[in-house]
């Protein structure tokens, strides 16, 4: 697939992975892009594939030029799901280089066995001409490791920019092709880029001054048209919330359930926007979304052996490290014997910078004062989220 004269697609589709990392859900499956570029003076791959999908990548090469021909390959990120087949690909490309950062030369010697040799490092801004087409390289350090970087086609406007403006949808190559990429951005961005946010805002900064007129990821579609990804990007970047609260909570016997039951009634009674997560049945892809732009959690536990359930431990834990642009939150909590739950989880929340509204822990089933305690929670942070002024 030709997305700009001599710009191929020659990345594969993996339909059946349904996880990543051992934790991220793919309801969809994922693509793994590789772009060659063909030049007057010299043709270049653009991130590998992931381990196994070497001779479909090699194949696909095939189809535009003799993999032989090879000049450069360029390793924007070390993650194996775009560095796996650089050994491979360095053998049935004997005269390539392996473009890379400082610090990807390294990684590509430790992970990949790369001989020195055979390693270009780049700086930032610097360029490697391929006759009448120019490679431009951007370091974008953490985005999600260290080494990643961006690489621009100067001629073309197309910004190759691997797990960066990425979103797992093998379906499609165009994002205009695709009815919700959003969402499916938006999830990306929270499980890979939201840590790392500050850094996001500096890459977002340093490509500003580039007429970026193609956006070219590493997982799923091209953006033909980038003002839409680039906008959401912007804005997740900058930790943009809306009056909305993500509910999470497990219940063992139901009180807890009822307790964010009021909650939720109280919230929507406000007119907050609200997004419900039973965590014995979530999915942590639409968990993570729903973070991404929420201003407050309601957090809901049942004790469990002195302290909270797993799940919700899980839970604070995955908040903790997402570090998600959240301002306030809410722990209720419901005991049989022994409290200890909303202890656990203020312990675990401790030095994020998130106010506390207020903590319940009930024994047993709810009281009338109960409920009213828990109207009473729902409309201080109902308030709190309405006049609220962004950080
Ligand atoms: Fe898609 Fe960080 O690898």
Redesign the pocket.
Known sequence: MEIAKGVYYVGVRDWDRRI?DALIPLPRGTS?NSYLIIGSDGKTLIDAVNPGFEKELEKNISSVVEPEEIDFIIMN?A????AGAIPYMMEVAPRAKLVTSKIGKKMAQIFYRVPEGRIRVVADNESISLGDKTLHFIEAPML??PE?MFTYLVEDGILFS??FF?AHLPGAVYSDEIEDVLVHAKKYWAE?MMPFRSMAKKALEKIAGLDVKVIAP??GPVYRKPESILNSYKSWASGETRPKVTVVYVSMWGSTESMIKYMVGTLASEGIELAVHNLAVADLGELAKDLVDSRAIVLGSPTFLGGAHPLAVYAAYILKVLRPPIMYAVILSSYGWGGGAVKQIQRMLSGYRIELVGTLEVNGPLTRNDVERITELGKALAEKIQNVRER
């Open positions: 990543f793994y990120h993650e194996p799901d775009h999600h490791w990643t691997c797990d990425g890979i590493s997982h």
